[in-house]
C-alpha cells in the first residue's frame, strides 16, 4: 500500500501528526497515540500502519539515548543486562505482530490506545507504586522479577508500543532508581533496542509503506527538536494531560471507526 500523494490534506495531516508526536515523544512520551490513529485515519491498514509508526519514531528514540548520554557513561553497568531481554521482546512482539490479522489489529487497536493513555494518565502515580528502596532490591529474585517484566514490556513494544516509557519507568523503578535523567536515558536506550530489532524485521518483511516515512520523519525529528523548548513553557502535568485528552478522542474515534 502506497500513500495517495493526489491527497493533499493526507500529507499535511501526516507531517503534522508527526511533528506534534515528536514533540510529545520528546517531552512526556505518548506520540505514538497521536500518529498511529493518524496513520488509521488516512487508509494505511492496521498492522502496516504500526510497523510503519515503529519506523517513523525510531529517530526519536536514537535522539533520546544521544540526549542523555552523560547519565548512561554513569549508569551502573548491571542496568545494560536489560538490553538482553530488551532485543528479545522486541523481536518476539514485532514477529507477533505480523502474523496477526489485519481485521483483528483492527479490533484490538481501540483497546492498545485506551491502555496506553490510561498508562500515561496515571504515569506518576505507577512509577510511586513500584519504587523500592534500593537496597532490598537487588536481590537475584528481584532481578529476575525486573528481567521477566522487562521482557512482557518489550514484546508490547514490539507489538505495539504506546505506552512502553511509561512501563520501563516503572520497571526501572522496581529496581529502586530514582534519578529521573538516568531512568530516562536507560529507558530511552531500552526503547532503542526494542524499536530497533522490530524495525529491521518490519524492513525485511516489507510492512513499511515508505511513502509515509517520507512524510513523517522529517516532520517527526522537527518536533523531537522543539519539544524540550515546549515543555520548559507548558510543564510535564500540562503536556500530559492535553495527551491524554487526545488519546481518549482518538480510542473514542477509533472505537466508532471500527464498531459503527
Avoid at 483497546?111 to 512509577?127: D, G, H, K, P
Wanted: aromatic share 8%; with cysteine.
Amino acid at each position: 500500500m502506497a500513500l495517495d500523494w493526489a491527497h493533499a490534506w493526507q500529507i499535511a495531516a501526516l507531517f503534522a501528526a508527526a511533528v506534534v508526536g515528536g514533540a510529545l515523544n520528546a517531552i512526556a512520551g505518548g506520540g505514538s497515540l497521536i500518529t498511529f490513529p493518524t496513520l488509521l485515519f488516512v487508509g494505511i491498514e492496521p498492522v502496516l500502519a504500526n510497523a510503519t509508526n515503529t519506523v517513523v519514531l525510531w529517530p526519536a528514540s536514537v535522539a533520546g539515548a544521544y540526549g542523555f548520554q552523560k547519565e548512561l557513561r554513569r549508569a551502573e553497568r548491571s542496568m545494560f543486562l536489560l538490553l538482553i531481554p530488551s532485543v528479545i521482546g522486541g523481536g518476539v512482539g514485532a514477529v507477533l505482530l505480523l502474523h496477526t490479522p489485519s481485521r483483528l489489529f483492527e479490533v484490538l487497536a481501540p483497546y492498545l490506545v485506551l491502555v496506553a493513555t490510561v498508562l500515561l494518565a496515571f504515569q506518576e502515580r505507577i512509577s510511586t507504586l513500584v519504587r523500592r528502596d534500593p537496597q532490598k532490591a537487588r536481590s537475584l529474585g528481584w532481578w529476575t522479577v525486573v528481567v521477566g517484566v522487562q521482557l512482557v514490556v518489550s514484546v508490547y513494544g514490539g507489538f505495539f508500543g504506546a505506552g512502553i516509557g511509561i512501563l520501563m519507568l516503572a520497571t526501572l523503578g522496581l529496581i529502586g532508581l530514582t534519578d529521573i535523567h538516568a531512568m530516562n536515558g536507560l529507558k530511552n536506550l531500552y526503547a532503542l533496542c526494542i524499536n530497533g530489532v522490530a524495525l529491521l524485521y518490519f524492513i525485511a518483511s516489507g510492512a513499511v509503506v515508505w511513502s509515509v516515512v517520507a512524510v513523517m520523519v522529517t516532520g517527526s525529528v522537527a518536533g523531537g527538536l522543539g519539544g524540550a523548548r515546549l515543555a520548559h513553557r507548558l510543564g510535564r502535568d500540562t503536556v500530559r494531560r492535553t495527551i491524554v485528552t487526545v488519546g481518549v478522542a482518538m480510542t473514542v474515534a477509533l472505537f466508532v471507526k471500527v464498531y459503527a
